[in-house]
């Protein structure tokens, strides 16, 4: 078993895989889109500049960066089109343009005057998962802003995930790590009187970072700040039973919550076992109790996707392959309307596309989107060879739960990145 997953690894690790795809190019080409984000990260410096940044840790850092992605014509919504040559065609392929890097002064002022030029102000924040190199994240930020049509200044915040599979304990502490960089940026957002309103956006370990950043701000401030308005869990790796102790501790006032949750996902179902059988929040079933009472409670709404089918095999980044629930999703954030309102057809729609009706409990959030990343993705798989040693004398007890999530993803290798 151990031998047909490491060969499997080894075979596949490094197909179609291009390193140092963030070195900008000279120019685009006509059709092309393109997304200009703030990035603060707690990563350490690359000295490579087509990688920018690594999966180590480092001192809170700030960037400007400008992505092309091809002509709509030459994608496909939802999907991320990477080189496989350097450097990229931006008549195919994602590209970068510009790369700005910036002191915190510098930085929250770009953004202070970009966002006086949108309408009501909004900021987005996306905090990625487990499993995500500098680029990733920042490719993946790009295509959710373009494709779900959101008219809002994105904001990406990346820790240092190391980008591998073996590296879970690491990049699990890395986002313990990076909790106080998020809630000072957070906090910086809440008093810029220019910015009318922020969505924080999370998926996978990220949500970890972002709920422990928004516990330590409740604490601080007495009460999450007004202008964080919105927060969006897709697919959590968090522990159900301290979420319940994080939502405790946010006394006050407390943005709008909305949790994506899939019970047939995956990747949470190996972390469920690394955790020691521990229900992982991400894979709850909303309509059973305690957590159907609970929910109401606290006002959170629920978006049940488990019977959402997609080419994701791991069933983790299902919205990564529902280009059309990301534009649904993304129109209502724009216009801030309830996405369970049946009045305005967005509640049949979701449930024409996903085969069963959401689960929403409370009241729903003006803005919402996700588009959840996989947890194994091309990009991360170049140094799975070099890792596999970390699996030492646990390959026994967590052989078949780890060897299950390696080999489905190289299976299907449309699985989304």
């Known amino acids: 078993m151990l031998a047909a997953v490491v060969a499997t690894i080894l075979l596949a690790g490094c197909a179609g895989d291009v390193r140092g795809v963030l070195t900008p190019v000279a120019s685009t080409v006509p059709g092309a889109s393109k997304v200009t984000m703030l990035v603060a990260t707690t990563r350490a410096a690359d000295p490579d500049a087509g990688v920018l940044f690594s999966g180590e840790r480092g001192k809170p850092a700030y960037v400007e960066m400008t992505i092309s992605l091809p002509p709509d ?32 002064k510098t930085g929250l002022a770009r953004l202070h005057e970009r966002v006086s030029r949108v309408p009501k102000r909004r900021v987005m924040v996306f905090v990625h998962g487990f499993n995500n190199r500098f680029e ?30 073996f590296a879970y304990g690491y990049d699990r502490e890395s986002a313990t790590y990076s909790r106080n960089a998020l809630e000072n940026l957070l906090q910086a957002l809440a008093r810029d009187p220019a910015i009318g309103e922020v969505s924080l956006l999370a998926h996978s370990m990220g949500n970890w970072v ?41 006394t006050g006032r407390r943005p709008k919550f909305t949790l994506f949750v899939s019970q047939d996902d995956r990747a949470l179902a190996v972390s469920r076992r690394v955790w020691g059988g521990k229900d992982r929040l991400g894979a709850v079933d909303p309509d ?28 983790h980044g299902k919205f ?70 970390h699996l030492g004398n646990n390959i026994q007890d967590t052989g078949a739960a780890v060897g299950d999530t390696v080999t489905t993803p190289f299976q299907n290798p449309g699985a989304p990145r």
């Open 288 to 315: 059973v109790e305690p957590y159907k009472s609970e929910f109401e409670k606290d006002k959170i709404t629920v978006l049940n996707l488990t019977k959402l089918r997609t080419g994701d095999s791991l069933n």
């Open 136 to 165: 990733d994240a920042v490719y993946r930020f790009a295509q959710i802003v373009h494709d779900s049509d959101a008219d809002v200044v994105p904001v990406l915040f990346t820790w240092p995930s190391r980008g591998s599979l």
């Open 320 to 389: 990564a392959e529902s280009p059309e629930v990301v534009k649904l999703i993304g129109t209502r954030l724009v216009d801030g309307q309830p996405i369970t309102d049946s009045r305005i057809g967005l509640g049949d729609r979701l449930i024409e596309v996903t085969g069963s009706a959401a689960a929403a409990v409370g009241t729903a959030a003006g803005i919402v989107v996700s588009a959840p990343i996989a947890v194994i993705d091309p990009q991360a798989r170049r140094n799975l060879g070099d890792r596999v040693e």
């Open 73 to 104: 014509a030459r994608r496909k919504v939802g999907e991320v089109q990477w080189p496989s040559r350097l450097p990229g065609n931006p008549e195919t392929d994602f590209v970068t343009l510009k790369v700005d890097k910036l002191d915190a």
């Open 210 to 250: 972002a709920l422990e950043s928004l516990t330590q701000m409740a604490v601080r401030n007495r009460g999450i700040p007004p202008k964080i308005a919105n927060v969006m869990l897709a697919s959590p790796d968090v522990d159900a039973d301290v979420f319940r102790t994080q939502i405790a501790e946010m």
